[in-house]
């Protein structure tokens, strides 16, 4: 399984999402540019993809796989890490340009965007096409059933690699509520982010109870029972989640673009992009009976 390369990413990409939010708040914001605040959105949307895509490889193990490690989930784990690596290199250049523009003025933003993405990019795919060795299937048609075991650590490590980005972004969320340009939004704006936060919240809590009930209520010890209820935890915790981020999402362009219209058509569609890549894809492949 490559969950513990994909905790490295998620975390890093929630950060990222959660600074771009924060930034809206702060007392600079303002002094950007036109071209930097629609880029604050831009990069925003490219963050929200790609936190879609990092956590679609846990929506499938539980949902469509039941918990079996299997060659296809392998697969799908890698496919989607990699595509989500372009929209965190997009998001990263946007993030570096909006700083330096705002510093050194436009053509050193610009210098600087590129060539962090041009870094990341050479690094994250360049240099490992360069590097590559031949890919052998680590799992075999005919391999067993996977451990209990080792469908426990993997349920509780699929948890592990969301809850720290949720636990960054409810705190960029709770510092933001502080300040005084939070003050100046209108109150709908402020209901929608107070209603992303308790979704974020919930969200965190979801997702830490597995790790309780596994030590408070069963001592530690695996079970059938307890991986059914920590799996339905963990498919249930990136719900509330993805909506306290569309939420977060619709504050920062309704602050920027000041069309309703606009903030409302744009929070949609991402929210519809992350639930599809969590649940009704899954759901479907599962119904499409695709496994192994």
């Known amino acids: 399984m490559a969950m513990d390369e994909t905790r490295l990413l998620i ?4 950060v990222l999402f959660g600074f771009l939010f924060q930034g809206v708040f702060q007392n600079g914001f303002d002094s950007l540019s036109s071209v930097s605040k629609n880029l604050v959105c831009a990069a925003l949307a490219l963050m929200m993809l790609s936190i879609g895509c990092l956590i679609a490889p846990s929506m499938q193990h539980r949902i469509v796989e039941a918990g079996e490690a299997t060659p296809r989930l392998e697969h799908a784990t890698t496919v989607l890490a990699g595509w989500a690596l372009l929209p965190f290199i997009a998001s990263l250049g946007l993030g570096l340009f909006i ?9 050193t933003g610009v210098a600087v965007g590129v060539a962090s993405a041009a870094l990341a990019g050479f690094f994250w795919f360049g240099l490992a096409w360069l590097i590559r060795e ?3 299937r680590t799992m075999t048609e005919q391999s067993g059933r996977t451990p209990l075991s080792t469908k426990v650590e993997q349920m509780l490590t699929e948890a592990r690699i969301i809850i720290p980005g949720c636990q960054a972004l409810l ?10 340009a939070f003050d100046e939004l209108p109150q709908d704006a402020k209901i929608m982010h107070a209603a992303g936060l308790c979704c974020v919240t919930i969200a965190m809590i979801l997702l830490m109870t597995p790790a309780a009930l596994h030590r408070l209520s069963f001592g530690g010890n695996d079970s059938e029972r307890f991986l059914r209820l920590g799996s339905a935890f963990v498919i249930a915790g990136p719900l509330p989640l993805a909506l306290g981020i569309a939420a977060d999402v619709y504050v920062v362009f309704l602050k920027i673009n000041h069309s309703a219209t606009f903030t409302v058509l744009a929070s949609s569609v991402l929210l519809l992009a992350m639930l599809a890549l969590w649940y009704f894809y899954p759901v479907w ?3 499409s009976g695709v496994k192994s």
């Open 11 to 14: 975390l890093g990409s929630q």
């Open 99 to 107: 700083v330096f523009e705002r510093i050194f003025g436009r053509i």
């Open 134 to 136: 031949r890919r052998r």
């Open 171 to 180: 705190g960029f969320q709770l510092v933001a509520m502080m300040t005084q």
């Open 285 to 287: 492949l599962r119904a």
